[in-house]
């Protein structure tokens, strides 16, 4: 079988790792950065013994009982082993040493250093030293012939050399390498090594290949190369029967050969691609440790027969697979190799390698790589169909010498066979529990949130889960045995749930532990179906949710009724709840060259469940993969991905994800990692655990949260404008939630908002002033369209300091604009909020249920009252006719030719409506019922409100007529009319009856009194502003235009507080109301001194009454209850 690759572990902090094995090969010596030296029992071993050297340890050599290491003080130190007590410095150099290494017996050491000198000395007596001079540049690389005649060496000046040792004499130079001036700068560290025990070859890796050659002669006998190579060999080792070359490559490519043969036997892809810097093979079995450049150290097993030659058909037959698991991640074996038909050679395919120069970097998201070092071969019996041709001859395969299989003929091959040479797919990630550390980890965090830490041990003493709540107020810290192997775990404020993985006995169980409930019972489980498991779970407020490996997702209630079930598109990545907000994370498809293909489900679980993103594919970077999953503390979705990048949901831009930080910017290394824990928008906070050469914390000593800050992407931060455009949009962006929980009835706090757009506000007006030094008038007023009214006053006032009278000038139309888009938003919103209010009101008086409102007496009252409403509405001439399919409170047809009217009034002095609403204390309708105390009769109403009433019920959607012109010609024409003074308007009523005198007659009820005098009802401003224009005026003595006027009255309207300008409003609205009863008592008065036609029309009308008198009997208390109070 192939060489079977474990997930690699961290072993020492970022930067050049060196390994090896003991003697007995019973354990693994690393050393690192760190100046620490790791003993290692096997690759699992949690708990290796560290030893202590110095600062930096750059290189270690184990024989005999005695650990060597070069370390960074510039010595030589010798420590006992196992032990590691320090046990003397063998030498010095001036500066550091790159490389050390024994003899074959032990009994020596060469070392070389950046001072380019090589020495040997002697382990026991280190007076006995030699000193090798000849190199122009830092020593890379030493290595000792087996016989102890020869050492070779290789340099920074691009040299290997090979040294007689008796007389410190170079035998053989070869100018090899690429020349530099340190070894930090080498391209390849190139560590070269002798055969072991004859000695025969020497092998050095010189960019894609190993050159070996023979001892004594120095000839080149042959390279070994190969095209899985794409980047320069580092390191070479020699299996300990000799017959066997490993190379690493600084891509992380380790590729075995056998050297008798030639062929290539193994070929293996570190996991994330780093540099090989440490190769050792064990010294009795087929197995190789690694470390890289990064510190971490990996292993390979079942590496070639150690003790005889293997035919390159026999290395193919191992690697025979189904296809199938070129995607799958799974198995031990190399998930991902090719076909390899190793019973046909073609003369342009040579050996079934394939060129891997474009998919270094593709890794397995399970720890594992790539390895598509082979092609899987066909099955004996089977021949491929483009083999097959037509009138072919026979060829013959030439038999290995050590081939014991059976020769087959097969048809002539005329074409070569096609090969796939494009993008290739990325094994899919698998499921994983955000703020959760791997499974296979015997102490791990289950679950780290903001509601608090889940840990389960799973060792020889316990196997158990510890729950632990940071506010202890919520729940006391709990213990909980770990029977059924629980994997997966989530915490909320409410509940803990739990979820493990079927076995042959049992199914796979969703179990929760409900201890915010107010009964006995606080647990449920519930068992999937069969063959289904569940891979990711998720809590939300008042409910629990499981996706399936059969693409289900399961929700349940949290007190365990099942509730719906959907399917999802694809495999499910992860999932988070928050409230009543659901967010998966699925593979919509097949990602290529590194790149996962993930889609994204954010549901609303509400009353009103909906689906907010619906399958939107998950941007993340180029070649990463998700890591984490969830919610802000305000509950915006967010996520991050390998490379660091946390991206949040962008409610202000319809629905996209902006990223918000990049924390590899805050690691000091390359292998330096931050665990997210949790975002918090308000105050701004990203709350992770920094991991040193790991990307997940250990569960002991307890991991410290460090809190980070938020940075967008933008350009030229570093720059002032760059900077305040960043704050600006971070400001924006980071407080969207509290229009979203505005949007969603949720409570918050106003003086957040409004102390966000304070700061936003004051960047604006920074980057404008910016903007004026630069020059940059046209972007000031860009930036004025993004400022509130308040800001663009200020603006302006310093655009005029600054005597720019043309910014200025713009500033003001753009204030304008925005004030009468302001005057008409805020009407609207009244409207909307009236007509609100109007609902509740209106719902409190009519039923569905039986009520005294279904008797036939009240039936026969309101279709009554619906023929006076018509009357007293109708801008034409009165209708006879009871209007029975009209709503009693809707406008008629042609109440669009004048404006709704501020109160309802009955003409009808015999009878009364009791929803009407009369301003006029001198109507009929009030000396009717004067003895009687009707509240409804009395209420006065504003404008606003009665036109809410008629434009709710208005079932012929009559248009609505909003203060200002309909159809301006420009903003300013529109500001003019809509703050016209109302005296005008009357005057010109007057204007058209006295020219009409004989029409006037026929349009008396729809000119009535208040219609005329209420066509434009005051505003708050109106009224503000006819106190003030006579200041306006002797402050500017050059105003002559109206719109002017009404300018300069907007500017300081708008400078006023919240409260006075409310004032005003409620001033306005008090006084419209008495402006009306008195306009009707003028009126009055005129209408009496009225042509006779007039009088002849008002008494045709009086004739009517009688008919209309009948429901006196009814007394008004009794219409009062049957208005109020529903009779059930």
């Known amino acids: 079988m192939p060489a079977t690759q474990k997930p690699m572990r961290y072993g020492h902090t970022e930067g050049h790792t060196d390994v090896c094995f003991d003697d007995s090969g ?97 382990v026991m007596d280190c007076s006995q030293q030699k000193t090798f001079r000849g190199h122009e540049a830092p020593v890379l690389s030493l290595s000792f012939d087996p016989k102890d005649i020869f050492l070779a060496s ?77 980047q320069t060999l580092n390191i070479v080792t020699w299996s300990p029967c000799g017959h066997y070359l490993a190379a690493g490559s600084i891509n992380g490519s380790i590729i075995v050969w056998n050297v008798e043969t030639k062929d290539c036997m193994e070929r293996v892809k570190h996991e994330k691609g780093y540099a090989i810097c440490g190769l050792a093979w064990h010294p009795t079995c087929g197995r190789i440790a690694y470390t890289d450049a990064e510190g971490n150290l990996g292993l390979l097993e079942n590496v070639c027969n150690p003790n005889g030659k293997i035919s390159s058909s026999k290395v193919s037959s191992r690697v025979e697979e189904d296809y199938n698991d070129l995607f799958d991640g799974d198995d031990t074996s190399n998930a991902g190799d090719f076909l390899n038909d190793s019973t046909v050679e073609t003369p342009s395919f040579s050996k079934g390698i394939i060129n891997d120069d474009e998919d270094d970097d593709i890794m397995l998201a399970s720890g594992r790589p790539r390895q598509r070092s082979h092609f899987l071969e066909d099955d004996e019996n089977s021949v491929d169909i483009t083999l097959l041709k037509t009138g072919s001859s026979l060829l013959k395969e030439k038999e290995e010498d050590d081939q014991a299989d059976s ?91 739990l979820a493990c993985e079927s076995t042959d006995e049992l199914a796979s169980k969703l179990h929760c532990l409900h201890f915010s409930s107010w009964d006995s019972s606080k647990e449920w489980i519930v068992d999937m179906p069969q063959n289904e498991d569940i891979e990711a779970i998720c809590l939300g407020q008042g409910w629990a949710a499981a996706a399936t490996s059969a693409l289900f997702l399961r929700l349940f209630s949290i007190g365990g009724v099942q509730k719906e079930i959907f399917s999802l598109p694809g495999p499910v990545v992860s999932m988070a709840g928050h409230g009543e907000q659901l967010f998966i994370v699925y593979h919509r498809g097949t990602g290529f060259d590194g790149d ?190 993004l400022m509130t009214q308040n800001a663009v006053n200020l603006a302006i006032k310093y655009a005029s300091r600054s005597r720019r009278l043309i910014l200025a000038q713009k500033l003001s139309e753009l204030a304008v604009e925005k004030a009468a888009e302001l005057a008409a938003t805020q009407v609207e919103e009244e409207e909307e909020e009236e007509e609100g209010d109007f609902r509740k009101k209106l719902s409190a008086g009519y039923s569905n249920t039986p009520t005294e409102w279904s008797q036939p007496r009240f039936r026969n009252q309101v279709e009554e009252e619906a023929e006076d409403t018509g009357e007293a509405d109708d801008t034409e001439e009165t209708s006879e006719e009871p209007k029975y399919g009209q709503n009693p409170f809707s406008k008629s047809a042609n109440s669009s030719d004048v404006p709704a009217v501020k109160s309802v009034t009955s003409s009808n002095p015999g009878r009364v409506n009791p929803f009407k609403v009369s301003a006029n204390s001198k109507e009929p309708a009030i000396s ?36 200002l012109v309909p159809k301006p010609k420009s903003k300013q024409v529109s500001a003019v009319s809509y703050f016209q003074k109302r005296t005008s308007q009357v005057d010109k009523t007057e204007e058209v009856k006295a020219e009409n005198p004989k029409n006037s007659s026929s349009e008396t009820p729809a000119m009535s009194p208040q219609n005329n005098e209420n066509q434009r009802p005051k505003t708050g401003f109106q009224m503000w502003l006819e106190e003030n224009r006579s200041n306006i005026l002797s402050d500017n003595p050059n105003f002559s235009d109206e719109a002017d006027i009404i300018k300069e009255g907007m500017l300081r309207f708008r400078v006023l507080s919240t409260e006075e300008r409310k004032a005003w409003t409620t001033k306005a609205k008090r006084g419209t109301a008495s402006d009306g009863a008195e306009a009707k008592k003028r009126k009055h008065v005129a209408d009496e001194s009225e042509e006779t036609e007039h009088q002849k029309e008002k008494a045709k009308e009086n004739l009517n009454l009688p008919k209309k008198q009948k429901p006196l009997d009814l007394s008004t208390n009794q219409k009062l209850s049957a208005f109020a109070f529903k009779q059930e």
């Open 26 to 122: 019973s354990c693994i010596v690393t050393c690192g950065s760190d100046g620490d030296v790791r003993i290692w029992e096997d690759l699992d071993d949690d708990d290796p013994k560290s030893i202590n050297v110095g600062e930096k340890a750059y290189s270690c050599a184990l024989k005999s009982g005695k650990l060597v290491t070069a370390v960074s003080n510039n010595t030589i130190q010798v420590h006992t082993f196992p032990e590691g007590v320090p046990d003397g410095i063998l030498t010095r150099f001036t500066t550091n040493a790159n490389h050390v290494v024994f003899n074959s017996d032990g009994t020596k050491i060469a070392a070389g250093s950046g001072d380019f000198l090589v020495k040997v000395v002697d």
């Open 154 to 230: 290789s340099s920074c000046d691009g040299s290997v050399k090979v040294w007689q040792i008796s007389d410190q004499t170079c035998a053989i130079s070869w100018p090899l390498l690429q020349k530099v001036n340190d070894e930090i700068n080498a391209k390849s560290i190139c560590r070269l090594a002798w055969q072991p025990k004859s000695g025969k070859l020497l092998a050095v890796p010189v960019e894609k290949s190993v050159k070996l050659y023979r001892r004594e002669t120095w000839n080149n006998l042959f390279d070994l190369s190969d095209n899985f190579i794409s």
């Open 407 to 497: 020769i087959y003929n097969l048809p002539l091959v005329t074409s070569q066979r096609p090969l796939y040479d494009g993008p290739m797919p990325t094994p899919r990630q698998k499921p994983f529990q955000s703020g959760s550390t791997p499974s296979h980890l015997t102490h791990r965090f289950m679950m780290w949130n903001s509601i608090g830490i889940i840990r389960c041990y799973n060792d020889e003493q316990d196997n158990a889960i510890d729950v632990e709540f940071h506010d202890t107020s919520i729940h006391h810290a709990t213990h909980l045995s770990n029977t059924l192997n629980y994997t997966i775990a989530d915490l909320s404020h409410e509940a803990i749930l």
């Open 596 to 785: 996962q293909c993930l889609g994204v489900h954010l549901l609303q679980m509400g009353k009103r469940k909906q689906q907010i993103l619906h399958g939107d594919p998950l941007p993340l970077t180029k070649k990463s993969y998700l890591v984490w999953v969830g919610f802000s503390a305000e509950g915006t979705p967010c996520f991050v991905d390998s490379e660091g990048i946390v991206r949040m949901l962008n409610r202000g831009l319809g629905n996209t994800w902006t990223p918000v930080c990049n924390t590899r910017e805050h690691c000091k290394g390359k292998s330096d990692h931050y665990w997210v824990v949790g975002i918090h928008e308000n105050p701004q906070q990203l709350r992770c655990i920094p991991c040193k050469g790991s990307r997940f914390p250990p569960t002991l000593p307890r991991p410290a949260v460090a809190i980070l800050s938020f940075q967008l992407p933008y350009c030229q931060v570093a720059t002032e404008k760059g900077q305040m455009e960043e704050q600006f949009w971070r400001s924006v962006m980071f407080h969207n939630h509290l229009d979203y929980l505005a949007k969603n009835g949720y409570e918050y706090e106003e003086n957040t908002k409004n102390q966000a757009i304070k700061e936003q506000q004051e960047l604006l007006l920074k980057m404008l002033a910016l903007s004026c030094k630069l020059e940059r008038e046209f972007r000031c007023v860009e930036l004025g369209e």
């Open 928 to 963: 009717v019922n004067s003895g009687r105390s009707n509240i409804l009769d009395n209420m006065n109403k504003s404008y606003k409100k009665s036109t809410a009433l008629n434009r709710a019920t208005n079932d012929e959607k009559s248009p609505v007529i909003k203060p």
